[in-house]
T-cell receptor, first 113, second 113 residues
Framework: AQSVAQPEDQVNVAEGNPLTVKCTYSVSGNPYLFWYVQYPNRGLQFLLKYITGDNLVKGSYGFEAEFNKSQTSFHLKKPSALVSDSALYFCAVREEGRRALTFGSGTRLQVQP | SQTIHQWPATLVQPVGSPLSLECTVEGTSNPNLYWYRQAAGRGLQLLFYSVGIGQISSEVPQNLSASRPQDRQFILSSKKLLLSDSGFYLC????????????FGPGTRLTVT
């Protein structure tokens, strides 16, 4: 069965500093990996995906993620955090052949001015 | 472009009352459709998904049911609400030709009293 773990409930970072939100996964076969962001009382917004190819994936709002097959990780990164990046971030995985995503428990990112 | 609508935005219902939440998608045909529940502002639980009219897969047995009477309409129902049904309900669509990322609606906040 597919699963995804986000080991940090919350990440705090100062504005202008780099940020990393961690995600590890477990699937049979090749994974399809995703990051979403959720602002309060809103639906999830798609940020980026990894399907195949280059291990470094670039997405919306300056975010990027690095796929590491040996460590089964897909960490979300941004070189310089903004206060407006403060939100809840979800990692998700789709196992090849399944139609549904499995989501992590979410990581709350707090960027301090 | 594709858009997804959910209504109502908020709902307060007494225990034992019926429920009907509606989700519609515009700008695409034959989408995969999904219902998720998010409790306590964190993780998402997949409730149902549908790959076509009248085709519903249930991921978690519970007090809810889903129907897809039209290609781009997905309804979540209950005959008798429980307190534990409270939460944030999210509808999402995924294109059949790109079975990767899902796109989420704005959500419905349900409070059962």
């Amino acid at each position: 069965a597919q699963s995804v773990a986000q080991p940090e409930d919350q990440v705090n970072v100062a504005e202008g500093n780099p940020l990393t939100v961690k995600c590890t996964y477990s699937v049979s076969g090749n994974p399809y990996l995703f990051w979403y962001v959720q602002y309060p009382n809103r639906g999830l917004q798609f940020l980026l995906k990894y399907i195949t190819g280059d291990n470094l994936v670039k997405g919306s709002y300056g975010f990027e993620a690095e796929f590491n097959k040996s460590q089964t990780s897909f960490h979300l990164k941004k070189p310089s955090a903004l206060v407006s990046d403060s939100a809840l971030y979800f990692c998700a995985v789709r196992e090849e052949g399944r139609r549904a995503l499995t989501f992590g428990s979410g990581t709350r990112l707090q960027v301090q001015p | 472009s594709q858009t997804i609508h959910q209504w109502p935005a908020t709902l307060v219902q007494p225990v034992g009352s019926p429920l009907s939440l509606e989700c519609t998608v515009e700008g695409t045909s034959n989408p995969n459709l999904y219902w998720y529940r998010q409790a306590a502002g964190r993780g998402l639980q997949l409730l149902f998904y549908s790959v076509g009219i009248g085709q519903i897969s249930s991921e978690v047995p519970q007090n809810l049911s889903a129907s897809r009477p039209q290609d781009r309409q997905f309804i979540l129902s209950s005959k008798k609400l429980l307190l534990s049904d409270s939460g944030f309900y999210l509808c999402a669509w995924g294109a059949v030709s790109l079975p990767y990322e899902q796109y989420f609606g704005p959500g419905t906040r349900l409070t059962v009293t």
